[in-house]
């Protein structure tokens, strides 16, 4: 493997520009889902608009450390109202901003935004080319419309822990915010379709974004298959239903590889360079449904070979050869790997709170080339733009009054 090295380190510019300019986003949404769909906005230059409650987005709470972590990297580029919503005066206020922008995204569980006086035909009343994103775990209407949904329940309802694991073992849930992640793209695609129409007609919608349907859809085409076989997709650890071989195979030196040759050229190239050309006429190994019948074989002799070589060995050997191998990363190695560092996949922020004052996080994703993403401020502070945002639609003298009363909360140090 190639020499480590440090990621790039980026400041923050103020003054940069995306291509999403003068797009105003209105966030009332809470955790990872809307912040997600939001971060894609924000990162090409919205002025997404954060509402948090006096005790912040639930996202601030998931500390490492005492650090906001999930908070730095998720809501960089976006700027924070800190509100009331249980006042009145609250409500008010977001209408207010709600006026102005072409986006509005909430998390709530269905029909709190109708009891809270922000139904959406209330707020189409106010702004009639408003996209309104509305992120549940099971969608707006529906048999499960009222139950709480958490990205780990939408991870087990849609088959996706089902099929993930070992056939022997439990299933397994995903160890990230696989299903909230999932919601937050598809909604940010939903989103920029819906901004298309209202520049071109002037009318908003709403769009119901859950978050099962989006991790349900990528799990095709089992239910055809299932309709087809009658068979349920076995748990099958790392290998694949589909082809073989395709494993995750142990070094010599405790590293591990994740192996796919899934064309037949790429299987018989394979078998060359580990000097079993035998394997090719092999009835067992000839082609794809004999290989996938005799696994464990095919396996034994992939593995044997791996397990008598390091993990560099193993991956300089079958580079050379042209064989679709790859190291299976940890964070550790990740945080100095050569290959996203040069991409910018991983860069590196100023924070005052992190050890050494650098923090790491994911660069601008997607790449664009005529209009990059941006890196124009950190995640912000609680209320830090109270002012800033408010004092234009509500006027210095209403501000000071909410301030006065409690409805705007007082900006974080």
Known sequence: MTEPRAPHRKTFDPAARGAMEGVRVVDLSRLVAGNVLTKVFADHGAEVVKIEPPEGDTLRAWRVGG?????KTICRNKKS???DLKRPEG????????????????SFRPGVLEAMGL?????LAINPA?????????????????????GTLVEGYSGFAAVNGFEDREPVLPPMFMGDAFAGLYGAAAAMIALRHAEATGTGQVLDVSLFEPLFAVMEPQIANWRITGQRKPRT?????????????????????CLSASTQGMTEKLFRSIGREDMISDPRFADNPARLRH?????????????????????AHFDAAGVTIGPIMDTAMLERDPYAIEREALIEVPDAEMPGGWLPMHGLVPRLSATPGVLARPAPRLGEHNEEILAPVLG??????????????????
């Open 396 to 413: 210095a003298e209403e501000l000071a009054r909410l301030r006065g009363i409690g409805v705007v909360r007082e900006a974080t140090p």
């Open 130 to 150: 408003l996209v309104i994103v509305r992120i549940s775990g099971w969608g707006q209407d529906g048999p499960f419309r009222h139950k709480p949904g958490f």
């Open 91 to 106: 409500i008010a206020t977001v209408k207010a901003l709600a006026k102005g922008a072409a986006m509005f995204v909430e």
């Open 295 to 315: 696994w464990q074989e095919l396996d034994a002799v992939i593995g044997g070979w791996i397990a008598e070589r390091t993990l560099e060995e193993t991956l």
């Open 119 to 123: 139904a959406p035909e209330a707020l």
């Open 67 to 71: 650090i906001e972590t999930s908070w």
């Open 237 to 257: 650890g790392s290998r694949s239903t589909n082809t073989a071989p395709r494993n995750a195979y142990r070094t010599k030196d405790g590293g591990w590889v």
């Open 81 to 83: 109202v800190a509100l």
